[in-house]
Structures are given as C-alpha cells and as structure tokens.
C-alpha cells in the first residue's frame, strides 16, 4: 500500500513562488510515474506535470515554463517548484503515483493566489 502526502501550499501574490513536496511510502525510483494534478470546484481534475523513473517530464501548456518537477530518489519525494504564479493558478493540488494499474492519490494541498 502506497501512501502520498502533500505539503507546502498556501497563500501567495501573483508573481511570486511556491514549492510543493510529495512525499512518498515506497521508494520512488520504484514507481513507474509521479505526478501531480489539480482541481477547481466543481472541475475535472488537470493534469499539471508528470515525472517518470527515467526523469522523462510533461507539462500542461498552461503552466511550462513556470512550473519545474522533479525528484529526489534518496528522500522518497518529488517536488512541484512553481513560479510567476498566476490567479488561475488557485486550486488544490494533490500528488499522485502510478504503481503497476493503480493511481495513489494524496490529500491535496490548497496553493491559492491573490494580491
């Protein structure tokens, strides 16, 4: 059983940073894809960048450039480093690992931005 917990959400002006950290049960150069998506009220679910065990990205148009993931196989985490932050930014993000045929989802993490 995978367990995935976010952190480092919160409040920031448009323009600014964040970092978001995943951190992970299994080691995470086990895992096929890490990932991380996110949700507006009473949207579907986006998928925002994506990091396989061959350190292969993906990015959703919407944020490349900006946003950078990457992992760190020793701690067991992936991180989510977002820059120039935009207001329709705002959602709560959740990280997600791809072990095998399951997907295994994070509580999510709210990054909201406003000036």
């Known amino acids: 059983q995978v367990q995935v917990v976010e952190s480092g959400g919160g409040l920031v002006q448009p323009g600014g940073s964040l970092r978001l950290s995943c951190v992970v049960s299994?080691?995470?150069?086990?895992?096929?894809?890490m990932a991380w998506s996110r949700q507006l009220p009473g949207t579907e679910r986006e998928l925002v960048a994506a990091?396989?065990?061959?350190?292969?990205?993906d990015y959703a148009d919407s944020v490349k450039g900006r946003f950078t993931i990457s992992r760190n196989n020793a701690e067991s985490t992936v991180y989510l480093q977002m820059d120039s932050l935009k207001p329709e930014d705002s959602a709560v993000y959740h990280c997600?690992?791809?072990?095998?045929?399951?997907?295994?989802w994070g509580q999510g993490t709210q990054v909201t931005v406003s000036s």
């Open positions: 990091i396989s065990r061959w350190n292969d990205t």
């Open positions: 299994s080691a995470v150069d086990t895992i096929f894809t």
């Open positions: 997600h690992a791809l072990v095998g045929p399951t997907d295994y």
